[in-house]
């Protein structure tokens, strides 16, 4: 006979599960008790946030499953952000959560809470398990969802007494999914790959638009030879960073409110943008209208619903990215190798005169640190990021090198993301140097994770860029509330002392010459070490599109006016 | 902004008729009428929604249901030739003498059954499209309708077509 916390360990077994991000409580006691001596391991969060952006963390450094586990009623509730955070990037994660037994169902009993009911807008499904013979197929239909089509975020909800009752192991349904409702597409349809390569052949100024799709596909291998063999450009969303070395000669960097100014003006400027697994989200298109404005769009997306959702394209191929791009390079002709060198000379000139500035003078600059970090690690690592300018100061100036190097919440812009993902990124990849860039924002959101970080004896360098401020919030407030800094003002926090408290390592950098020597100190010391970057307290990020502007109208440093980009007023509304 | 009419294959799973109409509102969708039920399918219902929005949001509806794991197949019944009911089952005053024969005299032209008789009162259950139920509806109203309730559309292909998969 065996208990329906037993059968859940052997499913999870089953789907090579190695790794659980969880926190116990009552109606998780009969899973916790099968975990007692399972060969699965868990690690014990100190907030079940931390869990799932863990899990999340782990999904995306290693490309697998992320699993987290939470108790029913607060325990679940707190699960919620971090399960949007997955959803809106399309990470692969299973959240398993307790529930009241099922006879208390709906009678607001201790700890009860409709969890399914709250998560359904913010995952790509979840179940409510009503029978332990179940376990194995929606744990089996859980991670099939989870992992396969676009990525996306499962929950799995167990009442207690689904977990206690025990059943004869013959009766079990087996754990092979039965989703009638779900085939996702792999393969571009024949005619319309055809089409895009005819599209591309006929265009004397292309861009290529990755995304996160490229990661998630892992396809990067495939985008880069095919820009290469064709000599595109190619520009990459936040989402997508490291699916193209920084410092290849093909790519512009990111592009979008935060982009590079050649990006921007490539995209602005191009005649066929050629988009890979990206979404035309607000913060990349800016005002869509003026969003590649003279342009055919071509749109690779495994969703078919993303096809056509914010913009109108002209060839639309609904399938993975890795698949339709090894389709098209097999494709390929002798004639589809055009050199577009008048094009190529044009982005070549803008990347020249507009390059992507660190601070100098004064005080420390946060995208110096940055950049010193990159030299350091000789652009390898693990870089995770919180959210904000902390966020956008790595995405700008790390000189990324591959794929799964770099974990940052984008769609949800989730701050307190990233020091529970550094935990989970470094379970998956132990032999990685982990670097967690924060905020004193942000990383305040989830600093409890000190402990997990303590316990496990996790080897994350945590660089902590301290400007006493919500620094993006602050800027947005200086650009545009004439400087009205409503309560964005922090307080000084030693964070050195509050990690000394916790047992881990760390110092103070308040001057350029420290930079190097801490950052040294920190990645030769084993285990965990902490450092707080005094930097420039109103250092902001730019290049910067203003919210509903085109992308050509970008403010901060140097404007061009020849390709119609307007100077705006710092201080404009 | 074109009325639509789509029909929804489902698993028959606790939870998908709050996921199909959770989707509508979350996305800023309009549901004009929803009738849902039981099919020929064993273990499947079916959802007949009317929304309406240019061909764009309608597309963008259509796709975003399909991705609903629960949801086998959406079609938009409006494009195909199709033969399309609402039921309405109106009470309507009707006082014994003048009044209540041309009540019934109504009902006759309508073919609408009259399915309970009290004393001042009948109730009429009337099956048609939506154009022919606002017409009794206009021509019962000088007696005084006390009570109106409809059904949500429903809509089928003409001839051998079938929603199902495989089919």
Known sequence: MKTGARILIDSLKEQGVDIIFGYPGGSVLPIYDELYDADIRHILVRHEQAAVHAADGYARASGRVGVCLSTSGPGACNLVSGIATANMDSVPVVALTGQVPLPMLGNDAFQESDITGITMPVTKHNFLVDDSLRIPQVIAEAFYIAGTGRFGPVLVDLPKDVLMRTVSPDEILPGVPDLKGYRPTYHGHPRQVKKALELLRESRKPVIYAGGGIIAAGASEALCRFAEEMEIPVTITMMGLGAMRSDHPLNLGMLGMHGTRYANYAVTECDLLFSIGARFDDRVTGKIDEFAPNAKIIHIDIDPAEIGKNLTVDLPIVGDAKVILEDMLERLEPEDRIIRKSWLEEVGKWKEEHPLTAGNGGGLHPQQIIREISDMLDGGGIIVSEVGQNQMWAAQHYGFKRPRQWISSGGLGTMGYGFPASIGAWFACPDETVVLIAGDGSFQMNIQELGTVVQYNVPVKMMILNNMYLGMVRQWQELFYERRYSYTELPFVDFVAIAKAYGVPGRVVESEKDVVPALKESFETDGPFLIDFRIEREENVFPMVPAGAAIKDMIGEHVRQDVGGEPVEQEAD | ?167
Request: net charge positive.
């Open chain 2, 1 to 167: 902004m074109k009325q639509h009419i789509l029909s929804v294959l489902v698993e028959n799973r606790s939870g998908v008729l709050t996921r199909v109409s959770g989707l509508f509102s979350r996305r800023g969708f309009n549901i004009e009428s929803l009738a849902v039920g039981t099919c020929e399918s064993p273990g499947m219902s079916r959802i007949t929604i009317v929304a309406s929005g240019d061909d764009a949001h309608i597309e963008q509806v259509k796709k975003q249901l399909n991705k609903l794991i629960e949801v086998i197949k959406v079609i938009d019944i409006t494009e195909r030739s199709h033969i399309e009911r609402e039921l309405a089952l109106i009470k309507v005053n009707a006082e014994p003498g003048k009044k209540r024969s041309e009540v019934m005299q109504i009902a006759d032209i309508f073919r609408a059954k009259i399915i309970d008789v009290g004393q001042e009162t009948l109730v009429l259950e009337i099956t048609g499209d939506t154009g022919k139920i606002h017409a009794i509806e206009d021509l019962l109203g000088p007696y005084g309708i006390l009570e109106l309730v409809r059904t949500g559309k429903i809509a089928l292909q003409r001839g051998a077509s079938t929603i199902s998969p495989g089919k």
